[in-house]
């Protein structure tokens, strides 16, 4: 099942870069990227990411460009076909989702409505 997973979810060479700097960074070989949706934004829903040195038994773990992610399965229903992507521009950094699931976003991009 998390094989599955691993197809639907894309991630840029961006942000894949960008992600496996993060985690060098910390130094700890158990630290991983955690991909989450919460309530909130001015769309309705707000996409998260942190970094994490554990996770819970429910949560789905799979590695993707060689970077261990974690997501738990409430938000993974509205991040399959995702694609992850981090941008630098001059209004700052990112990362961006292109999500076939959301109907609308908000203008910045932060923010989506199923």
């Not at 991983?32 to 554990?54: A, H, M, N």
């Not at 738990?72 to 995702?82: A, E, V």
């Amino acid at each position: 099942m998390k094989k599955l997973f691993k197809k639907k979810i894309q991630l840029t060479h961006s942000a894949s870069s960008y992600i496996k700097n993060l985690i060098k960074n910390e130094k700890n070989k158990n630290t991983k990227f955690r991909i989450y949706i919460t309530g909130g934004g001015c769309s309705g829903f707000e996409y998260g990411f942190k970094l994490e040195k554990k996770y819970n038994l429910n949560d789905i773990v799979f590695i993707k460009s060689n970077i261990p992610i974690i997501i738990d399965p409430i938000s993974m229903q509205y991040l399959i076909g995702g694609k992850i992507d981090y941008v630098e521009n001059l209004n700052g950094s990112k990362f961006v989702i292109n999500n076939p699931n959301a109907k609308s976003t908000c203008s910045c991009g932060t923010s989506f409505n199923i």
